[in-house]
């Protein structure tokens, strides 16, 4: 019965020829932006009206995506990572403008507070990717609490709530507070309070290590300029615009940060149950989905638009739009959530930063949502 209910609904809400119109896109974009896999997943109040995959999740074996095969989630774990501070700060474990190093003693002390509200907004201070190469770093850390290595020494970069400056080290911090208060390992947490009430069964860390079933591998594009660099012998065996194997990057260096592995059914699921209470109060969710202040109370406003907590929020926009996107090496992500509609969809792909721009379009069209400017890829 339940599957006849999202057969019928599908149909209502993809009549075919919609279907076919966001299957051609879909190819059209992938062939232009050489994207060897996608998946798609549409929930409408609760249940999933479209789920579909295209390509390949191993072009070397020939392998097929399918709606199970599990993709990086890059930044949209932050959106995950702070759900599970906000569950800690409202059972009274974690308080948002304590000093971080209250619940993660493995932090040194600055020349100011750096609070946990600081971090869940960006205005910590703390820095983002600095050094060449190190947003697709390949050290492997056993632990969060290892990884802050990375840059935990470093001097902050302004006044904490002075100004917005992205820093995925900060969400690294985060995690360690989830370990410190909860005596629990980041993963696990997330496994028993939000993976699991949400109904994420695909979910998990990219462990580098671990034989994970259905991992998409990741790919990249040869830029011109990675082309330019390469020694003449190479450049004889290749061109700019190939698909290749992407660089090797651990994502142990960013796990609360970037580090996930998830399905587009999965990201759906987990926003459907935050925006209904599953995992975190409907107050928090208010809160959560609020435009944030620096302390002057200047909105915080971003090149992806107003700053909730985890989210990046709309304003003007009706029906009013929640997102949370986030592109690294290997892939790309996005969820679109219109809490008024009761609508939720997300896309991804194992193609590092792909420009998934005119599918999100094509689905708001066939969705009758109205057009929204395309938000620039964070990692």
């Not at 587009?264 to 975190?280: H, N, P, S, Y």
């Amino acid at each position: 019965m339940k599957r006849l209910i999202a057969v019928l609904a599908l149909a209502f809400l993809f009549p075919a020829s919609s279907s076919c119109d966001v299957d051609a896109v879909v190819q059209r974009e992938m062939k232009r932006l050489n994207i060897p896999a996608l998946s798609i997943a549409v929930l409408r109040n609760g249940a999933i009206v479209f789920s579909k995959a295209y390509g390949l999740a191993d072009v070397e074996n020939g392998t097929l995506a399918t709606p199970a095969t599990r993709f990086r989630t890059a930044s949209v774990a932050k959106s995950i990572t702070a759900a599970a501070v906000m569950k800690l700060v409202e059972g009274g474990r974690i308080k948002l403008d304590e000093p971080i190093q209250t619940y993660c003693s493995a932090f040194p002390q600055k020349d100011a507070k750096v609070t946990v509200r600081h971090l869940l907004t960006h205005t910590s201070g703390l820095r983002h990717y600095q050094k060449q190469g190190e947003s697709r770093g390949m050290e492997h850390f056993l632990t969060v609490r290892d990884s802050l290595a990375l840059f935990k020494d470093d001097p902050l970069l302004f006044g904490p709530g002075t100004k917005f400056g992205y820093s995925t080290y900060g969400f690294s911090l985060l995690g360690c507070a989830i370990e410190g208060v909860t005596g629990m390992q980041f993963d696990e947490y997330l496994r028993d309070h939000v993976f699991a009430p949400a109904g994420m069964r695909h979910t998990g860390a990219d462990h580098h290590f671990l034989i994970i079933p259905g991992r998409a591998r990741p790919y990249s594009v040869l830029s011109e300029e990675d082309f330019r660099q390469l020694p003449p012998e190479v450049k004889r065996r290749v061109q700019a615009g190939l698909l290749i194997n992407a660089w090797f990057h651990d994502t142990s260096m960013k796990r609360p940060g970037g580090g996930l592995l998830t399905t587009a059914e999965d990201l759906v699921r987990f926003a459907w149950a935050f925006q209904k209470g599953d995992l975190v109060s409907g107050e928090t969710v208010s809160a959560m989905w609020s435009v944030q202040r620096l302390n002057d109370g200047t909105e915080i406003i971003t090149p992806w638009g107003p700053l909730g907590i985890g989210w990046f929020v709309s304003k003007a926009e009706k029906p009013r739009r929640i997102t949370s996107s986030g592109g690294q090496i290997g892939g790309r992500a996005s969820i679109n959530l219109y809490p008024d509609d009761g609508l939720v969809f997300a896309i991804m792909t194992n193609l590092t930063n792909a420009d998934i721009s005119a599918i999100e379009g094509e689905l708001r069209t066939h969705l009758g949502l109205p057009e929204s400017q395309p938000r620039p890829v964070r990692e």
